[in-house]
């Protein structure tokens, strides 16, 4: 017996250190895998960018999210500043004689998919080719592939091309069955984030916003499309509503597609194009090697500073998203940097805490104060992201940026009902008139709701109030685009939420001019963690608890979850866009 013990104890401790071992292992992996993308890159002669399935491109370094359950994910994560450089670039290098597009289901947001497209239609000017091929083909990807001079198709594949829908999700009567109240004080007709909470069905206030939304950002991508594909807008919106597209003939049939063609013989294609015999090596090179080839990692000289804000808006001190004393701690920095001349800042957010924007757009304007600051913005620059960017010298936004939202939100659950249905009840004893003015069983007191709903309005005076100052407006001209309504990039201009229509690219171009620079660098802010930084950065239980659900359930359910389970929404004036609109 007593040897029988030895050996269960010795194997638990070989196994111990067996993991220990492999833990060890994977860890120094991760690092070297970390180092390994500073190898230089040569481009050979008769090369074509490519842009491929493993290509996601996205606003901000704090997108990456590495993490030990996405570690087998191939995707290659490429700044939309660098991507649009590098096809710059391309259309004066000799070496690149042409671009394929290959990418059936790209990770790209609207905005950045613009910028794209207009960077190829540049390089086009060059007489370059441009060539595009698909399998299964999603809206967002044949969104940039339309561009190429030829669209070829694979004989079984299809597009994925139907317009735009949203679909909101209401949870009012979940929360009346299972006895949760929600206590909800909003400003704004418009500011419908609350709405799943207090309806069933949309309001006509957010329906009219959101047809409007939709029909702007459609209008804009079909209007490319069709002209791209050479198709009148009553043809193109035929073959949309009739989805022709997912049938591979009918593609070609109706102009969507060149040829059906297998993916050996698109390469022949490009092979004959370029000249090359049979023998012959085609040169594809990806859009990040190519980054690789010619990014300058010179630090020294004078410096336009993009300052990159993508996700959500919070109190705290985290990497991801859009955490406030980070973000004090980037900006001060950015302030002292005295090789810093001029800062961009990059919004893609559609908002969140109120008083952690307060401190931010205070930290921009006294920034301001040093030296130039240009905004840019993405995808979303509503709510908390616009109000932010009110400390800018001057504004660009994207045509399809989602902008303005300019309301405020409160929203506190509590718990009474389903509490008594189960046999819960309390009493509190207090020192104060208002010491309880909100408790989870309870909810708010009618003092509560008074307190909070002045809040609310004071929060949404001091929003216009920064927005009358940066827009040099009224009060009643702003009130009347806020509301809490969102609108387009394009009606933004037109109502003077912002000075231009532009990309990042042309933000930092004109931040440059000035600050008076005629030679700078461009640095990127916050810096780009290692897959390695990634992964240990946030290994705390809750953290590695969501990634785990967030991987079984999906991104988009997880995003639902999240709204009913949000400790956030209980706790702070909320400056948050209600939703957000991707072209799949």
Known sequence: MKSFFKNVLANIVAIVILCFVFFFFFIIMIAVGSMGGEKSVSVKKNSVLTINLKTSIIDSPTEEQQNIFNIKDKNINILIYDAVEAIHKAKDDDNIKGI???????????????????????????????????????????????????????????????????????????????????????????????????????????????????????????????????????????????????????????????????????????????????????????????????????????KVAVLYASGSINSGDEYSEIYSEKYIKYIRDLQEDKKVKAVVLRINSPGGSANASDEILFELQQLKKTKPLVVSFGDYAASGGYYIAMGADKIYSEPNTLTGSIGVFGVLPYFKDIANKNGVRSDIVATNANSAYYSSLHGLTPYGVNLMTRSVEGTYKRFVHFVTQNRKKTFEQIDNVGGGRVWSGVRAKEIGLVDELGTLNDAVKFAAQKANLKSYNVASYPKRMTA????????????????VIKNKIGKANYEILEQLTDEKLKSEVKMEMPYRIKIN
Do not use: C
């Open 100 to 302: 394929s597009i290959e990418a059936d289901n790209l990770n790209a947001g609207t905005t950045q998919i613009d910028d794209l497209r207009n960077a190829i239609e540049d390089f086009k000017k060059s007489g370059k080719f441009v060539y595009a091929y698909g399998n299964a083909v999603s809206q967002a990807s044949y969104y940039l592939g339309s561009v190429a001079d030829q669209y070829y198709l694979n004989p079984s594949g299809g597009i994925e091309l139907k317009g735009l829908a949203t679909e909101v999700t209401f949870f009012k009567d979940f929360a009346e069955k299972y006895g949760i109240g929600i206590e909800v004080i909003r400003h704004g007709k418009f500011k419908s984030a609350v709405e799943p909470f207090l309806r069933n069905d949309i309001s006509p206030e957010n329906k009219e916003q959101l047809s409007t939304l939709l029909n702007d950002i459609w209008g804009n991508t079909s209007a490319k499309m069709a002209a791209s594909r050479k198709i009148s807008a009553d043809d193109f919106k035929t073959v949309v509503d009739s989805l022709y597209g997912m049938i591979p003939d009918l593609s070609v049939k109706y102009k969507l597609a060149d040829k059906l063609i297998q993916k050996t013989e698109y390469d022949q294609i490009i092979k004959t194009k370029l000249k090359l015999g049979d023998k012959d090596k085609l040169n594809k090179i990806s859009l990040q090697k190519y980054i690789d080839s010619f990014t300058d990692k010179d630090s020294s000289g004078e």
């Open 532 to 547: 390695f930084e990634q992964i240990f950065s946030d290994m705390n239980e809750d953290d590695i608890s969501a990634r």
